[in-house]
């Protein structure tokens, strides 16, 4: 027996202008097909990402009428439909993390251990091993995500993010000018590697990543 | 314990840092210390131009003349000083290394870094080794002063940047702490 | 002094008489460094090259009288060798805590490479994506520099440059050290 599980479907990092610095799509099980296939197309990706941008607004503005702090984990943002979700990070400096979260987006096969990394189409590469026994668990135990379930997904992000600036070849000013519009995309493979680790290897239940 | 002197010369045999200590002997003025005469030896307690023994009328002559006897004599001890070493690596092979000679009047003390930094002290004839002393010159007061101070050239054409305050206290207090004791 | 010798002096003085001071402020100091002269010779690689490698020997000139001191030199080595063990052990131990590797000695003992299996001058750097940095710069070749420097006070003539480096998606980080010539004792000059 097969169980779908959630998994990422996108990861976004958008700069302090609100211009996107990174994003990266992940391919979700598609059951028709069998095989792994994004579950949008990149411009419906895009869109959803910029319609996340509100949200972030509102809550920042929100957090400091309350003045409980104007970052951190920002949780559920939208859900999209009963598939899709993002889930949002804003730090001190502006810089926003969004992971779009399919929610059928990874198959597991019940009999066996499950490889979740391992199968599928579209470079789903080294996954899923060492969380394997936690995913099944969650997966079974509950629909949709758990409170925090993102966190783990939000730190990984935020140190990628720092080991970026640490390269003294990265020019921040370069991505997100203080003239408060526009900046240069992120090309830095380092950085695209890891977010591709990321999206891969998280599943529900993850504490490393 | 009475020091003379001390010289620093560096690896292009320059003398770029003399001090002493006492006044020099002179038939006007007795000193109290058995100090050298400078016709006996290399010229040990070198002139000081201030002084205040000396005649004011004698002072404005007496401070070029004082100021050329003083780097005719660092030439003269850093002369010795390299004869000897060179000698005594001749005789007892590379790694040998010459620690002082004595006169009937003074001692000479000699301690050289890898880096042939050459330090030169002149005391009186009953001191002990100052080869620690002046270990603990060179790593306590040379490299935290004057080496690490990035505003001193690394080369010190004529002295420069090795007469810096923190350099001139440090040796002071260290020196006048050796004698103290 | 032998190579087990010169290792644990090293750990020895890295562990008692070093002042530690934080990593990362290092590592960005090096790296704005090396950035700020890119941009200001426009990314002449050659160039920041030699302006590292300069910087570098004006460090050495200084940074062997702190080591000397440190490591309580009291002789010099009594060959190459004994000097390419205490750069590797004791030298770069004691400054950079990490120990190259010393390999590929010639026959005739003048020449020899450092492989650095970790360089934190380099930690998170990225060259940039120009398509000449990749094959021109030499990232850390302050260190070169620095060996130089730091040799020629002992009476060392040496050559140092890199041969290649993980940056530039090389294997390994090697640095070639060539003894030129022991410089002679300086005479003092002539009276006349």
């Known amino acids: ?209 | 314990m009475v020091i003379y002197s001390f010289y620093i010369f560096d690896r292009h045999t320059e003398c770029i840092y003399s001090k002493t200590w006492l006044p020099p002997p002179s038939a006007a003025t007795t000193s109290q210390h058995d100090i050298p005469t400078n016709n006996s030896t290399s010229g040990a307690g070198s002139a000081n131009s201030t002084d205040p023994h000396h005649n004011p009328m004698r002072s404005a002559r007496s401070a070029v003349s004082a100021a050329n006897k003083a780097s005719d004599d660092a030439k003269l001890i850093f002369g010795t000083v390299f004869s000897l070493r060179n000698m005594v690596r001749k005789l007892g092979g590379e790694d040998d290394a010459f620690i002082s000679y004595r006169t009937a009047q003074y001692k000479l003390h000699y301690y050289e870094t890898a880096s042939n930094l050459r330090f030169v002290m002149l005391t009186d004839t009953g001191t002990l080794s100052m080869r620690n002393v002046m270990h603990q010159i060179y790593i306590n007061l040379w490299c935290e002063y004057v080496v690490k101070n990035p505003l001193s050239p690394v080369e010190h054409k004529g002295g420069a940047g090795v007469r810096n305050e923190l350099f001139e206290l440090g040796l002071n207090q260290f020196i006048t702490g050796l004698i103290a004791r | ?192």
Request: glycine share 10%.
């Open chain 3, 1 to 192: 002094m032998s190579a087990s010798k010169a290792s644990r002096l090293g750990e020895e003085i890295w562990k008692t008489r070093i002042e530690k001071v934080n990593a990362e402020l290092v590592v960005l100091t090096y790296g704005t460094i090396v950035a700020q002269i890119c941009k200001d010779f426009e990314n002449d690689y050659t160039e920041v090259n030699k302006q590292l490698d300069k910087m570098g020997y004006n460090i050495g000139l200084r940074l062997i009288e702190d080591y000397l001191a440190k490591s309580n030199t009291m002789r010099r080595c009594s060959n190459f060798r004994e000097t390419a063990e205490m750069i590797a052990k004791v030298g770069f131990k004691i400054f950079l805590n990490v120990t190259p590797t010393i390999t590929n000695w010639t026959s005739d003992n003048k020449q020899f490479s450092l492989v650095f299996d970790e360089n934190p001058l380099a930690d998170f750097v990225e060259l940039p994506d120009d398509g000449r940095a990749q094959d021109e710069l030499w990232f850390s070749n302050i260190l070169c520099g620095v060996l130089r420097g730091a040799l020629e006070m002992v009476q060392m003539q040496v050559e140092t440059h890199f041969i290649s480096d993980v940056l530039r998606g090389n294997d390994t980080t090697e640095m070639r050290v060539t003894l030129v010539r022991y410089i002679d004792d300086e005479l003092p000059p002539e009276d006349d």
């Open chain 1, 1 to 209: 027996m097969a169980t779908l599980i959630p998994s990422i479907a996108c990861l976004g990092v958008i700069g302090r202008n609100n211009n996107p610095l990174h994003i990266q799509i992940f391919p979700s099980y598609d059951p028709a097909t069998n095989t792994y296939i994004p579950a949008r197309t990149s411009l419906q990706f895009h869109l959803l990402l910029s319609s996340t941008l509100d949200v972030f607004d509102l809550r920042a503005r929100r957090n400091a009428a309350a003045g409980v702090g104007l970052s951190g984990d920002f949780g559920l943002l939208h859900a999209v439909d009963d598939r899709l979700a993002a889930y949002g990070f804003e730090t001190n400096t502006g810089t926003k993390f969004v992971a779009v979260v399919d929610m059928r987006g990874r198959r597991v096969d019940g009999g066996r251990a499950p490889g979740a990394g391992g199968i599928g189409v579209g470079g789903v590469g080294t996954g899923g091993g060492a969380g394997g026994g936690q995913v099944a668990a969650a997966a079974a135990s509950s629909v949709g995500l758990r409170e925090g379930e993102m966190k783990v997904v939000f730190k990984a992000m935020q140190t990628a993010y720092i080991k970026l600036l640490q390269n003294p070849f990265f020019d921040p000013d370069e991505h997100s000018p203080l003239t408060g519009s526009g900046g240069k995309k992120i090309t830095s493979k380092k950085f695209a590697a890891d977010m591709r680790r990321i999206g891969e290897n998280w599943g529900p239940g993850m504490t490393v990543l």
